[in-house]
């Protein structure tokens, strides 16, 4: 059996604006536009997530380093040009799956957004 660390770069998602899908924050705002403690918040969301891949299979191929999004204290987005909504990274961790991750299958519209915020590692 062969283990797969993922370079595959973050992602969410949410489905009404205004509203959650998950995260608790605002699926309306944009990435850069979170507070500290939002952005947090949302990271973790993601992270969480994320984790709750390894050890899934697409064909043989295990996960064992899921995709991850750089948490800390603060807005790591601040005030850049990161197109990504609340909504975008949310449905984009909700969207995948090992297959996705390995590299099989294409990732979401709303991944691409999302990937295009986070450098691939």
Not at 19 to 46: H, I, M, N, Q, R
């Amino acid at each position: 059996m062969r283990s797969v660390v993922s370079s595959f770069p973050i992602a969410i998602v949410v489905a009404v604006a205004g509203c959650s899908g998950g995260s608790g924050v605002d699926s309306g705002k944009t990435v850069p536009s979170l507070t500290d403690a939002e952005y947090t918040k949302l990271c973790t969301f993601y992270n969480q997530k994320a984790h709750e891949l390894v050890g899934k299979k697409c064909d043989t191929q295990a996960i064992t380093e899921p995709p991850a999004i750089p948490c800390g204290m603060t807005n790591q987005l601040a005030g850049s040009s990161c197109a990504a909504r609340v909504s975008d990274v949310e449905a984009c961790i909700n969207s995948t799956d090992a297959c996705v991750v390995t590299g099989k299958n294409q990732p979401s519209g709303q991944c691409i957004v999302v990937n295009n915020c986070f450098p691939k590692r």
